[in-house]
């Protein structure tokens, strides 16, 4: 499967800044994910992202709140702005396993506290 | 809308025993269904991939069971450690669709 580097693992960060996540994987891949996990709750994915194309946001992300850039089949970042309290979740990327098995691999996560 | 739910929420066994987690989803439509681990603070780690087609997968410890029909999947541990302490997550990719819908997870702890 692919391998996934994801960076900050975690971050303590001021209300009204922003952040940015960034997520390398080992091989090209088509379709990149974003999701985020609350605390306490399951993952709620945020956004496909596309190479070359726009992010398809899901009912109730918005562009402005978190944008996404994906420059190359590599690579692809999230950012969280303008934070608040509420934004404090765990915000994992991820894409589809090589080969056609249908499996999906995350990276290691970004653990997000809003102060 | 496919809904997916897990139970328990969270059990506590001691070390050795077998134990069965359990995930149910709402629409039977799926591509495959994938369970997973997370520690921690942490991302996840895939466990076991089921395809639509399948009954069931095995990888050491683990067997994953689905039934489509009934819209049930099974996550068996054996000889369960207390390194196997973690939430475990079943999600379900949905028939022509690209996204994973989750369960909220089990938040198993091993007794040593």
């Known amino acids: 499967s692919a391998v996934i580097s994801q960076k900050p693992s975690r971050d303590i960060c001021q209300r009204g800044t922003s952040l940015t996540i960034q997520c390398q994987v080992d091989s090209q891949v088509t379709m990149m994910f974003w999701y985020r996990q609350q605390p306490g709750q399951s993952l709620t994915l945020i956004a496909t992202a596309n190479q070359g194309s726009e992010a398809t946001y899901e009912s109730g992300f918005v562009i402005d709140k978190f944008p996404i850039s994906r420059p190359n089949l590599t690579f692809s970042t999230l950012t969280v702005s303008n934070m608040s309290p509420e934004d404090s979740s765990i915000y994992l990327c991820?894409?589809?396993?090589?080969?056609?098995?249908?499996?999906?691999?995350f990276g290691s996560g970004t653990r997000l506290t809003v102060v | 809308k496919q809904e997916v739910t897990q139970i328990p929420a969270a059990l506590s066994v001691p070390e050795g025993e077998n134990l069965v987690l359990n995930c149910s989803f709402t629409d039977s439509a799926i591509y495959n269904l994938q369970w997973f681990r997370q520690d921690p603070g942490k991302g996840l780690t895939s466990l076991l991939l089921i395809q639509s087609s399948q009954r069931e997968q095995t990888s050491g410890r683990l067997n994953a069971s689905l039934d489509k029909s009934s819209g049930r999947s099974t996550l068996y541990i054996a000889a369960s450690q207390p390194g196997d302490s973690a939430t475990y997550l079943c999600a379900v990719r949905i028939q022509g669709a690209q996204k994973l819908v989750f369960g909220q997870g089990t938040r198993l702890t091993i007794n040593p």
């Open positions: 991820s894409t589809k396993d090589r080969g056609f098995n249908g499996g999906y691999t």
